[in-house]
């Protein structure tokens, strides 16, 4: 399954993005979503994930408090709300899904099966 990101785009220091991930196909609900970053030269940097319910959510720190994972099953659709943007949140953003429902969040790349095309989030000074 495809996942699509959107929702990227330029925005200054302060501002905030809401990025959303949804599948190419309506395939019902999927276990854990994740969002990852990535920029040139580095690994895939694991930001936040959510569970099958949306109840229980996973951040690293260096995004607590600025982003916001939240899932609408009804929608089928994640959404990353990202304010406070710093320049160095300049990235090209992921979407990951997990096809077994397992009772924790996944934060490393191996922990997810499909992944999205990106969407590039371009923050200035």
């Known amino acids: 399954v495809q996942l699509q990101a959107s929702g990227g785009g330029s925005v200054q220091a302060g501002g905030s993005l809401r990025l959303s991930c949804a599948p190419s196909?309506?395939?019902?609900?999927?276990?854990?979503v994740g969002w990852f970053r990535q920029t040139q030269g580095k690994d895939r940097e694991f930001l936040a994930g959510?569970?099958?319910?949306?109840?229980?959510?996973d951040y690293v720190d260096s995004v607590k408090g600025r982003f916001t994972i939240s899932r609408d099953n009804a929608k089928n659709t994640v959404y990353l709300q990202m304010d406070s943007l710093k320049p160095e949140d300049t990235a090209v953003y992921y979407c990951?899904?997990?096809?077994?429902?397992?009772?924790?969040?996944?934060?490393?790349?191996?922990?997810?099966?499909?992944w999205g095309q990106g969407t590039l989030v371009t923050v200035s000074s």
């Open positions: 959510v569970n099958r319910a949306g109840r229980m959510t």
């Open positions: 990951a899904a997990k096809r077994a429902i397992l009772s924790h969040i996944p934060s490393t790349e191996g922990g997810y099966d499909n």
């Open positions: 196909e309506n395939t019902g609900n999927r276990g854990a």
